[in-house]
Structures are given as structure tokens and as C-alpha cells.
């Protein structure tokens, strides 16, 4: 055996010899499997959640199908399911799935109203979040960092065999590297190895998989670094471990958190609730004055309707969708104040993660989840489309053609195909530079 590996041999023994070193790696793999698990049945929970609602939505419109042959109250009492489907990745790093909701029913009537008044769950419970492998990675695997490389030299020079140590090794390197390496491998594996494991249950991309892999892997060689060096010519433990913790305590939570309180009182923002009464108050109000005046507000952005706003009796279904949509149209100026405020504060936040290893790791983890806030803005804007399509579909009825035949309703848009369809333009966005390198 040659001279390196006897000296890693060794450390492993030395290791295993330390009872609390054992009982902290062992509680380490135990919360980072705990974290797996939990990632793994929430997102797995999800998934069931979809695929019965799927289920249950395609039955609900089959049986609205059957009842009703007019076009406005198909419109009205079809609802249609729209999802944001966890990715492979999403057991690792649950981001902001717990705080943006992710799924919705949606139908002809204003949409303003339907995207804000969320089913999100108990908002305290939300706050609370839930522990994942990404928090576990970012926000504890530090702190046991610390624990394991705060004493490496101090606990040796206040025993007095620091100096016998240095003397009798062949190298200051072979004792030293090779104590750091086992203990670094070791964390690595108690970290990593329950993650692997929910990799592979969920099918997860293997280059992906490699590439976290590398970003973990730097991560904590950063903090080991860091605890090495702030030790390196410490005689008192205490005092290392201390002032490492209180750097950890201020990269991983205080300024995070005055960094999210800065950019809230820095960004304004509407609420959710005043964009919903806004446009509410536009809908309840369009039944008290002229009808005319609801249809040249809805002319004014749809003026291919302009020749078939004439009403025959006190109550048609175009004049009820028309005044829907000039709620949606009054409220608009709000929401996009809202999208826009969303995506400042996400986008400052980037600049405060620069300041803070654990959020800046944290935010490229669910970015390639897709369980950030970019995912939720994504979602969002294909509801907007998705309800787009159902008034291109429904409009031409309500305001010429009458009531649709069934062999109409069997091309009705759903949220499923416009996903398909949204993946497939994405694909060929992506092929064209190829194709067109190849030409060339």
C-alpha cells in the first residue's frame, strides 16, 4: 500500500475512533435521507393530486357537455384544470411551490379574480416552509462543516501533540491533507448519497445529477476552506467555532432576511386583494349602467367585434363575457404593476444572494428544479394564454355562429395541449440554430 493511502487508512481509523464525529456524520446522512423522503412524498403527493384532479375535470366537462348546448353556459359552468407539474428535480428543492400556487381551475369569466384568489395552503405554515435538500445543503451542512473542521489544529495544540505530529509526518500535507480529505469525503457521502438515491427514484436526468454534484461539492469545500484556514493557527476551539457560526449565522439568515426586508420597502407593490376588488367592482357595476357603454369599452381592444355588439333582449351571454373582460382590461394596469414588482424583487434578490453563499445556492437549485419564482411567473403566463385560447374558441359563437356543435366542442382548448403544444414550439426554437449551422 503506498505511503498516501496508508495515511488515509489511517485517518479513517482515526475517524471512526471519534465517537461524535461518527454521531454528527450519522446524524447528518439521517437528516439529509429525512429531507430526500420528505421532497420525494410531497412531490409525489403532487403528482396524484394532478393526475386525480385530470381525471375528475375530464369527467366534470363531459357531463357539462351533455347538459348544455349554448355557448354561454358552456362557457360558464365548464372549468378547466391548469398545473404547473413538478419536475424530476423537484424532490431535492421545493422552492417556492409552497408559497405560488400551482394549480387551478379556470374558466370563461374574469381572470384576474381566478389567478389571485389562490388555493395556496395555511399561509403560517407556509412561512414556516418545509425542510428539503436544499436547505439541509445550504443552511445546516455548513454548520457541520464547522463542527467537524473547527478543532483540527486547536484541539491538537492544547493536547501538546501538535508540534510531535508536525515533526514525525513525513509531510505537513500528508497528515493534515489527508485528515481533511476523509472528513471532507465523509460529509460528502452522508450528504450526497440519500440524494443520489432520490435521483434515481424520480429519473432524474443524469447530467443534472452531475452537475449539482459539482456545485455541492464547491460549496462545501468553500466552507471547509474557511474553517480550515480561521483554525489554522488558533489555539482555542471555542473561540474558532464561535466566530465561524456567527459568520454562518450572518451569510445564511441575517442578510437574507434584511436584504428581503430592504427590497420590500424598496419595491411597492399592489396586492393581490386590490387587484381582485378592482376588477370585481368593474364586473358588479356593468350591470347598472347602459349596455352600450360595457360594449364600446370591449370594441375599444377587440374591434373585430365591432358590427355584432347589438343586443335583441335585456340579457345575452356576449354582453356578460364582454363586461368580464373590461374587468379583466380595468384591472390590467394593476396586475402588471403586480408581475412587474414580483420580478424586480426576484431580481434584486439575485444581487443580495451574491452576499450570501447559502441563498446563492439555494436560488440555483430551484432554478433548475424550476421551483422558483421564475417557474411560478411562467405558470402564470400560460394561464393567461390558456384563457386567451378559450376566448378565441368561445367568442366567435357568443357573437356570431350561435350555439357550437359537439364535433365544435371536441377542438375546445385544454390546458394539457397548450403545454404540448408550447414544449414542441420550444423544441424547434432550439433545433433552428442547429439546422441552420449544419446549412452553413
Avoid at 505530529?165 to 485528515?179: C, I, Q
Amino acid at each position: 500500500m503506498s505511503y498516501p493511502l496508508k495515511q488515509l487508512a489511517r485517518e479513517w481509523r482515526f475517524l471512526l475512533g471519534q465517537k461524535y464525529l461518527v454521531v454528527l456524520l450519522v446524524c447528518t446522512f439521517v437528516m439529509s435521507g429525512f429531507a430526500i423522503y420528505s421532497g420525494l412524498s410531497e412531490v409525489t403527493q403532487q403528482k396524484q393530486t394532478i393526475e386525480r384532479l385530470k381525471a375528475a375535470d375530464l369527467t366534470d366537462l363531459t357531463n357539462v357537455q351533455h347538459k348544455y348546448d349554448d355557448a354561454g353556459s358552456l362557457a360558464y359552468y365548464s372549468f378547466h384544470l391548469t398545473y404547473s407539474s413538478p419536475s424530476n428535480l423537484a424532490f431535492a428543492a421545493l422552492g417556492e411551490r409552497d408559497i405560488y400556487p400551482w394549480k387551478h381551475r379556470l374558466n370563461l369569466l374574469a381572470l384576474e379574480g381566478q389567478i389571485y384568489e389562490s388555493d395556496a395552503q395555511n399561509a403560517e405554515l407556509a412561512q414556516a416552509g418545509k425542510i428539503d435538500f436544499v436547505f439541509v445543503l445550504s443552511a445546516l451542512a455548513p454548520l457541520v462543516i464547522i463542527l467537524l473542521f473547527h478543532d483540527l489544529f486547536a484541539s491538537e495544540r492544547t493536547s501538546g501533540r501538535h508540534d510531535l505530529l508536525v515533526t514525525t509526518a513525513k509531510s505537513y500535507f500528508s497528515l493534515w491533507g489527508a485528515r481533511i480529505a476523509v472528513r471532507f469525503i465523509a460529509v460528502i457521502v452522508c450528504l450526497m448519497l440519500p440524494f443520489y438515491i432520490g435521483a434515481l427514484l424520480s429519473r432524474s436526468v443524469l447530467g443534472d445529477v452531475g452537475f449539482i454534484t459539482f456545485i455541492c461539492v464547491i460549496y462545501l469545500a468553500f466552507w471547509t476552506f474557511l474553517s480550515v484556514w480561521w483554525g489554522k493557527n488558533a489555539t482555542s476551539a471555542p473561540r474558532v467555532a464561535s466566530t465561524l457560526i456567527g459568520f454562518w449565522a450572518l451569510v445564511a439568515f441575517i442578510i437574507p432576511i434584511l436584504g428581503d426586508l430592504a427590497i420590500n420597502k424598496a419595491v411597492h407593490s399592489p396586492k393581490g386583494g386590490d387587484i381582485v376588488l378592482t376588477q370585481r367592482e368593474a364586473v358588479n357595476g356593468a350591470w347598472d349602467i347602459p349596455k352600450q357603454i360595457t360594449m364600446d369599452a370591449f370594441v375599444a381592444n377587440h374591434p373585430q367585434w365591432t358590427n355584432y355588439t347589438a343586443m335583441q333582449s335585456e340579457f345575452e351571454w356576449k354582453w356578460y363575457y364582454a363586461f368580464q373582460q373590461v374587468g379583466d382590461e380595468k384591472a390590467a394596469k394593476l396586475s402588471h404593476a403586480y408581475q412587474d414588482a414580483a420580478r424586480k424583487k426576484y431580481s434584486l434578490a439575485g444581487f443580495v444572494s451574491w452576499l450570501s453563499p447559502p441563498l446563492l445556492l439555494q436560488r440555483g437549485l430551484t432554478r433548475m428544479a424550476k421551483t422558483d419564482a421564475v417557474a411560478a411567473f411562467r405558470y402564470e403566463s400560460q394561464m393567461r394564454g390558456f384563457h386567451k385560447s378559450l376566448r378565441t374558441f368561445y367568442y366567435p359563437w357568443l357573437f356570431v355562429k350561435g350555439n357550437p356543435t359537439k364535433a365544435a366542442l371536441e377542438n375546445m382548448p385544454s390546458f394539457s395541449k397548450t403545454i404540448l403544444n408550447e414544449q414542441k414550439m420550444l423544441s424547434n426554437v432550439d433545433a433552428q440554430p442547429k439546422q441552420n449551422l449544419s446549412a452553413n
